[in-house]
């Protein structure tokens, strides 16, 4: 297998891919794209299996595709996927949930980025490793997972961002302003309403000191190792939807640390089962979101039906490996 790769938010897939090098499940050759794909801001990663199939992940937010990754492939793995939109096409299918992390670091990680331009072919003895370099600048797997504890303190968690709509105009900024709305006045009815069991904010911003000074965090409180700490300890975590209605990251992090997941409703689909009541539990205002937390924190066995379920489905389809075994058509681990 052969693979040509752009930087971007792909360590999810590279991370996946190395541990599965790693296990000698595949073997994999790297090269680089031609110039005119080297692109940091794109992040869809052209995958060559050696019976000749060509598999396209796309890790973008917004349901379109790219033009040129379609024409290219036989399969086309879409994270911000809709039947709607991309049901038309056999090729087209959902890939699954999104996290940034890593499979390790290395002191030549700065290196990565001259190697992939100037190496013709980068064979399988040096390819997991190279992977590793590739993700780097995250935190590792094992900062994330964490089995089911029903004897989690009741606490609930929500960190959440706001975007400056000054930055686009039209339908695009009313969007914007209705999401930051939304996510205020979330973190202010739950702040009300739980008192010091609620944990959470939004991050520090020019935009957010402006428009929600009384709810941003400090600098320290968003960092990462701190975020992370914060979802292990909290019973309950709380998801919004992304910019484009995608699915965000945070959603997969509290699935794969084993936490009652509260969201907004998905609008892009997911392998699996993964709803209302399968995996999580969804609201769409404030006040259902503050009787939906509630109810958690007074039914301990729901609260942890949710996380196994929520952890279930991460084992099987959000996982690096997981994932990339099933993006790519490898079958169930042996």
Not at 17 to 30: K, T, Y
Not at 60 to 68: C, F, P
Not at 77 to 95: C, N, Q, V
Not at 184 to 209: M, N
């Given at each position: 297998m052969s693979l040509g790769t752009a930087c971007?938010?792909?360590?999810?897939?590279?991370?996946?891919?190395?541990?599965?090098?790693?296990?000698?499940?595949?073997?994999?050759?790297?090269?680089?794209?031609?110039p005119d794909r080297w692109r940091t801001d794109d992040p869809v990663l052209r995958v060559e299996l050696d019976d000749g199939?060509?598999?396209?992940?796309?890790?973008?937010?917004?349901?379109?595709?790219?033009?040129?990754?379609?024409?290219?492939?036989?399969?086309?793995?879409?994270?911000?996927?809709?039947?709607?939109?991309?049901?038309?096409?056999?090729?087209?299918?959902?890939?699954?949930?999104?996290f940034p992390v890593s499979h390790g670091s290395d002191w030549r990680a700065s290196q990565v980025a001259w190697t992939l331009r100037r190496a013709p072919l980068l064979g399988p003895g040096r390819t997991a490793n190279l992977l590793r370099l590739l993700a780097r600048g995250q935190p590792r797997l094992a900062a994330f997972e964490a089995g089911p504890d029903a004897d989690d303190p009741p606490g609930v968690l929500l960190v959440t961002r706001v975007w400056d709509p000054r930055r686009v105009s039209g339908e695009k900024a009313a969007a914007w302003e209705a999401m930051?709305?939304?996510?205020?006045?979330?973190?202010?009815?739950?702040?009300?309403?739980?008192?010091?069991?609620?944990?959470?904010?939004?991050?520090?911003?020019?935009?957010?000191?402006?428009?929600?000074?009384?709810l941003v965090l400090g600098d320290r409180e968003v960092r990462r190792d701190r975020y992370l700490a914060r979802v292990r300890s909290a019973a309950v975590c709380v998801a919004t939807s992304g910019l484009r209605s995608s699915n965000g990251w945070r959603l997969a992090e509290y699935l794969a640390a084993s936490r009652a997941v509260v969201?907004?409703?998905l609008h892009h689909e997911v392998p699996g089962t993964l709803g209302d009541g399968a995996g999580l539990a969804t609201f769409r205002d404030a006040d259902e979101l503050v009787r939906v937390v509630q109810g958690l924190l007074e039914d301990p066995d729901r609260r942890r039906a949710l996380a196994v379920a929520g952890h279930e489905h991460y084992r099987a389809h959000v996982r690096p490996d997981a994932l990339v075994r099933a993006a790519l058509g490898l079958g169930s681990a042996t």
């Open positions: 971007g938010h792909l360590t999810q897939i590279l991370a996946g891919l190395a541990v599965l090098a790693e296990r000698g499940e595949l073997e994999v050759a790297v090269r680089p794209l031609p199939q060509r598999v396209a992940i796309d890790l973008r937010d917004g349901t379109d595709v790219s033009a040129s990754d379609l024409d290219w492939c036989t399969g086309y793995r879409k994270r911000s996927y809709a039947t709607a939109a991309h049901g038309g096409d056999e090729r087209i299918t959902p890939l699954g949930l999104n930051n709305e939304q996510r205020a006045d979330c973190v202010r009815a739950l702040a009300d309403a739980l008192g010091e069991r609620f944990v959470g904010g939004l991050s520090p911003s020019p935009w957010a000191i402006e428009r929600y000074g009384d969201s907004e409703p």
